[in-house]
């Protein structure tokens, strides 16, 4: 399945934003699906993760409280919302999916989207 990512951009401290993952020429039917990130000069670091069909999510601790995943089948899009962004939230966001289990570890996941950046401004 190929992945893209969308919904990045600049914004200010405080400020929202929604990252959306669809899947072209494909569906997200029976993936669960990822959402990592990485800033400059750092690992890339889990974010969230829902299961198939939805029923299960996690969030990071980073981001706990301020993220929320979620996923709509019949648009076959998988969402990240980010509320009150702070400069560390600053990097580039990816979706990733697997079939092999509902898990938070990039390693579990086969498909990656090419990502999109995300910049929080203080």
């Known amino acids: 399945v190929q992945l893209q990512a969308s919904g990045g951009g600049l914004v200010q401290v405080g400020e929202s934003l929604r990252l959306s993952c669809s899947a072209s020429?494909?569906?997200?039917?029976?993936?669960?699906m990822g959402w990592f990130r990485q800033a400059p000069g750092r690992e890339r670091e889990f974010v969230a993760a829902?299961?198939?069909?939805?029923?299960?999510?996690r969030i990071a601790g980073s981001v706990k409280g301020r993220f929320t995943v979620s996923r709509d089948n019949a648009k076959n899009t998988v969402y990240l919302d980010m509320n009150s962004l702070e400069p560390e939230d600053t990097a580039v966001y990816y979706c990733?999916?697997?079939?092999?289990?509902?898990?938070?570890?990039?390693?579990?996941?086969?498909?990656w989207g090419p990502g999109t950046q995300v910049t929080v401004s203080s």
């Open positions: 829902i299961s198939w069909p939805g029923a299960r999510s």
């Open positions: 990733a999916a697997t079939r092999r289990g509902y898990y938070d570890h990039e390693s579990e996941f086969d498909f």
């Open positions: 020429g494909g569906t997200l039917s029976f993936y669960y």
